[in-house]
């Protein structure tokens, strides 16, 4: 197996990897925020790398606008006790796209009973840099797509973006 990026002295890295180091040690801030956010700990500031038209996605949810997304993240802290980052990893799959690999213990006010999800995040970035999609998924599985109706679409869509709307204006 070969050794992680990091660990690695810097004259063995390939020019690949020494692209890739760049790129991450770039989006730093970006990542820290990310962290910062799946750790119940939203604020404002996070949101700064959103672009106005942003758009977050997962297995519950579609969010639109940066307004909602936040909303999304402010609302995590309220159904959860805590979140605590186990690991994560960090790829540059292209010039615009960084995938986050997160393994993140969830604690909710409710059960009581901690949660450990795998989240494969993925960040499409604009020209500025700025998140324009943010895609999560859990443990591997793809976002749901349900059955489609004819003038409807997508059933699971509808009602993951029903969902994203209602904590837009919940929260």
């Known amino acids: 197996m070969e050794a992680p990026l990091m660990e690695k002295p810097v004259n063995e890295i390939s020019a690949e990897q020494q692209q890739q180091l760049t790129a991450t040690v770039a989006l730093e801030p970006l990542i820290r925020h990310i962290l910062s956010m799946y750790q119940c700990d939203p604020s404002a500031e ?49 010039s615009d796209l960084l995938v986050l690999n997160l393994k993140q213990k969830w604690t909710p006010k409710v059960l009581h009973k901690d949660i450990v999800i795998d989240h494969i995040i993925r960040l499409q970035l604009n020209n500025q840099g700025r998140v324009v999609r943010h895609e999560d998924t859990w443990n591997g599985k793809p976002l749901p797509t349900g059955p489609k109706l004819p003038g409807i679409g997508s059933v699971s869509a509808r009602l993951r973006r029903f969902m994203g709307y209602v904590t837009g204006i919940m929260f």
């Open 46 to 94: 996070h949101f700064v790398y959103y672009d106005e038209k942003a758009v977050f996605e997962d297995p519950l949810s579609i969010c639109e606008g940066r307004d909602e997304v936040h909303s999304a993240f402010c609302s995590l802290p309220k159904l959860f006790s805590k979140s605590e980052t186990l690991n994560y990893s960090v790829k540059m799959e292209s």
